[in-house]
């Protein structure tokens, strides 16, 4: 599984319906055992065997992880079994449930170099039922990933495949692979604070910085697929089959779906509650059959998502305002908040017609470091024009911008905000009827310091 690129195939999901039930049946049995009972699955066989193999074991609360890769100082592994309780956790809170009532709850990992020598221990199956994957592989309450020289990304991996067997078994998860390679993407992304003593697990669905999560990549194909004008619609990945995930556009695209979908104020409480229902094949018809739901607008979000998509992007602050707006018949004045993304001006314009927009005041984009540590911070201040010090997006910070959001680009590609104006003044031309939208041009996640507003007139 996994987003590098390789295919994840979650155990007993995509293959044929004999063995979906067989696999149901499995799964049901052991979430009965595991979880009713008072008889958790303590791996002891599997712990004893990897023992005698000579391999490392790393016991927590919920993960048995065993391993080939030699003690390393410094090497993190040490800290993969508490992180794995802590991610734990926040899995349960995502989907409501009481995490004392999972104290029970057992995943069994191996973290291999050499695959043969899990083989030879009996810890990874020989007869066919695991097939050959390159990075992870999920059945049920067990998984197995190759090791990876980044400990970011050997974290993620397995906290992937661990957010795979937890739904695998928590919640009998057998839902579309958009869902169940998303959620998994979603769940396992995360940093680490490293304030007090031993790293802690701090989840981020939307990674804050690309150093975070090292070669992770999937803004970073999402990005690159927007510039090829071959960026998937909601639609599309909610198609995706299974075969798709060989391909980390694939894991970004469905990472993106569920982060849009469990983030954006719009969405968030639908798409919950929907998830606290089965997570069968059935998934993605019950949603958008649930009352409530606005497939057109969920659409036109995720494409404006993609669109803005950087780190820290968080969408208490662009999400986007629909709104048709009202026509445009004189001089109007519109306040634009340095700490936005693109708000809506209320006015609306009609293809073709001619406007112009003036704009003064001044924000607040930053700070910026005096040089000497006993010094107060520079607050940087940009007027409409933006400042050269910084560019983003091939503009400079802080400079306003002026886009309608156009559902055909002229240059192909998903719709998007297509920008006519910028700087303290300018003249252009509606490309389509609907409302004018402004914003600072600034990264999504350096707008939560911004103070101020600018002043435009638009005519
Ligand atoms: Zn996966």
Known sequence: MHPSGMPCLVWAIWVNCADMRLAFLLLAFNSTAALCCGAPP????????????????????????????????????????????????TWCDHFGIDAARQRDWRAF????????????????????????????????????????????????????????????????????????EGIAELLATHRLDRTDGRPRFVLTPIPRQASDVEQLGRIERLRSLREARAAPSLADVFATPPTAHADLGAYAASWAAVALLSLHPAHAGIFAAVEQGALDAGFTRRLEATAGWDGPRAGRDFDAFIDDLDYGYDFSRSAIDWSPGRPLTGPQAITVAG????????????????????????IT??????????????????????????????????????????????????????????????????????????????PPGELADNTGALAVTLQ
């Open 42 to 89: 303590a791996f002891e066989q599997e712990t004893a065997a990897a023992r005698r193999a000579g391999l490392r074991v790393l016991a927590g609360e919920h993960l048995t992880l065993v391993t080939d890769r030699p003690v390393r100082e410094g090497d993190g592994l040490d800290d993969l079994t508490p992180l794995f309780d802590e991610a734990f956790a």
């Open 339 to 362: 700490d936005r993304g693109w708000q809506n001006s209320g006015w609306s314009l009609a293809t073709g017609e001619r406007h112009s927009l003036t704009a003064t005041g001044r």
């Open 109 to 180: 990992g191996c973290l291999m170099i050499d695959r043969e020598r899990f083989r030879a221990a009996g810890l990874l199956p020989t007869d066919g039922r695991i097939p050959e994957f390159k990075n992870g592989f999920c059945d049920r309450d067990r998984f197995w990933l190759m090791d990876q020289s980044n400990p970011d990304y050997r974290r993620h991996l397995l906290l992937h495949e661990g957010v795979h067997a937890f739904t695998l078994t928590i919640r009998a998860a057998d839902a579309p692979p958009w869902y169940t």
């Open 365 to 442: 984009v930053g700070q910026a470091s005096a040089g000497h540590d006993a010094s107060p911070p520079l607050m940087l201040q940009s007027e409409a024009d933006g400042i050269s010090l910084r560019w983003y997006r091939g503009r400079p910070l802080g400079r306003l911008l002026a886009a309608q959001w156009v559902a055909n680009p002229p240059d192909g590609g998903r719709p998007r905000f297509v920008v006519l104006a910028e700087g303290a003044a300018g003249k252009f031309t509606a490309i389509t009827d609907g409302p004018l939208y402004l914003k600072i041009n600034e």
